[in-house]
């Protein structure tokens, strides 16, 4: 009896530390605890905090749950949000957000870090861009229904949940996580749609920065629409961690934070991104086996040879040409090419804009 009277008491003790807490549940997942809403303001200073945020239902009447990482400094100062994973083969900025969340110290913090480094949770687990709740099939982007729509269907009720009790409230300024997806390949590139955005890229020191509108329903772009300043950041290529990759944009974070006075000093930045308005693609007319003669960031020039498709006997059927001059954003990294795929993309700036 003295044994079951210690483990209740035991019991009630766990679940009431859990509730004392403002964002706390009684569950736990491996010890960590479980919130259904985050409010980083409403933490204690000076101390970082984990937990899984319970997103939606599975159809096991189980839950989806997202990691998130606060770290909450002892001074006041700005709610800088950073997210990764919304695609689930885009991974490099998970372990951006594992580095830079292990370096800060909260008692040197002013304001909070607030990480999600893992939005998607079915698309993770299928390695799949899409949100795939069932086989792995490719699913809707998530990163077009934000901010959700709480009476929707599974995809735009989860984007729901994230945006209205876990992103959008607790962000001063936001900085979206990417890779490009399977089969396609990006040098560090910022996309920013404001000015203020186009700071925080610079301060990022990307390869290039595309000043672009956004498109509707991303991180992003809601942000933006919702007056926060947000870029959205990729790094790289899918399905790995890119070591020289994480480091220079968890430098890059460290020099945003720095701006926002958070931290008192980062790493200076060592390279000048190019600056452009536009895309131009370059696409096959014959299908066959791609070779490209100009790598990622490289200048091209217009006219310049840029790649050729070969037949199954190695003859180039096919010579494609860089449409602008301007710099190479993207690459198609599968030499298997049918007609009309796209193979690169240029950036460039606009005679207006250039003027």
């Known amino acids: 009896m003295r044994y079951v009277l210690a483990l209740l008491v035991?019991?009630?003790?766990?679940?009431?530390?859990?509730?004392?807490?403002?964002?706390?549940?009684?569950?736990?997942?491996?010890?960590?605890t479980v919130i259904e809403r985050l409010d980083a303001r409403a933490l204690k200073p000076g101390a970082v905090y984990r937990y899984w945020f319970r997103v939606t239902d599975t159809s096991m009447a189980?839950?989806?749950?997202?990691?998130?990482?606060?770290v909450r400094g002892?001074?006041?100062?700005?709610?800088?949000?950073?997210?990764?994973?919304?695609?689930?083969?885009?991974?490099?900025?998970?372990?951006?957000?594992?580095?830079?969340a292990a370096q800060l110290d909260p008692r040197r913090l002013a304001g909070t870090l607030v990480a999600v480094p893992g939005l998607n949770t079915p698309g993770l687990l299928h390695r799949s861009r899409g949100?795939?709740?069932?086989?792995?099939?490719?699913?809707?982007?998530?990163?077009?229904?934000?901010?959700g729509k709480s009476t929707g269907d599974?995809?735009?009720?989860?984007?729901?949940?994230?945006?209205?009790?876990?992103?959008?409230?607790?962000?001063?300024?936001?900085?979206?996580?990417?890779t490009q997806s399977r089969g396609t390949a990006y040098p560090m590139y910022v996309f920013a749609a404001t000015e203020g955005a186009r700071r925080l890229g610079e301060l990022i020191a990307?390869?290039?920065?595309?000043?672009?509108?956004?498109?509707?329903?991303?991180?992003?772009?809601?942000?933006?629409?919702?007056?926060?300043?947000?870029?959205?950041?990729?790094?790289?290529?899918?399905?790995?961690f890119d070591a020289a990759m994480v480091t220079r944009a968890s430098e890059g974070l460290m020099r945003v934070m720095a701006d926002l006075k958070m931290i008192d000093a980062a790493p200076p930045a060592t390279v000048t991104p190019y600056i452009g308005d536009a895309l131009a693609r370059v696409t096959t007319e014959r299908g066959g086996y791609?070779?490209?003669?100009?790598?990622?960031?490289?200048?091209?020039?217009?006219?310049q040879t840029v790649a050729t498709i070969a037949d199954a006997f190695g003859t180039v059927i096919e010579t494609l040409t860089a449409p602008v001059s301007g710099r190479v954003s993207t690459i198609a990294t599968d030499p298997l090419r049918d007609p009309?795929?796209?193979?690169?993309?240029?950036l460039f700036t606009t005679p207006a804009t250039a003027s």
Not at 214 to 239: D, F, K, Q, Y
């Open 206 to 240: 990307p390869d290039m920065i595309k000043l672009d509108p956004g498109v509707a329903g991303s991180v992003e772009t809601e942000m933006v629409r919702s007056g926060v300043p947000a870029i959205t950041l990729e790094l790289g290529r899918p399905e790995m």
């Open 10 to 32: 035991a019991l009630l003790s766990l679940g009431g530390a859990a509730l004392a807490e403002p964002n706390a549940l009684a569950d736990r997942i491996d010890g960590t």
């Open 340 to 346: 009309g795929d796209s193979l690169m993309r240029i």
């Open 62 to 70: 189980q839950a989806w749950y997202v990691p998130v990482i606060v």
């Open 131 to 147: 949100f795939t709740p069932d086989d792995g099939r490719d699913g809707a982007n998530l990163n077009r229904l934000m901010p």
């Open 154 to 178: 599974r995809a735009e009720r989860y984007a729901a949940r994230l945006w209205s009790a876990l992103l959008r409230p607790n962000a001063d300024y936001a900085i979206d996580l990417h």
């Open 74 to 100: 002892v001074r006041s100062g700005p709610r800088l949000l950073l997210t990764a994973g919304i695609h689930g083969d885009e991974l490099n900025g998970i372990a951006v957000i594992h580095r830079l």
């Open 290 to 303: 791609a070779t490209l003669h100009v790598g990622l960031g490289e200048a091209v020039t217009k006219g």
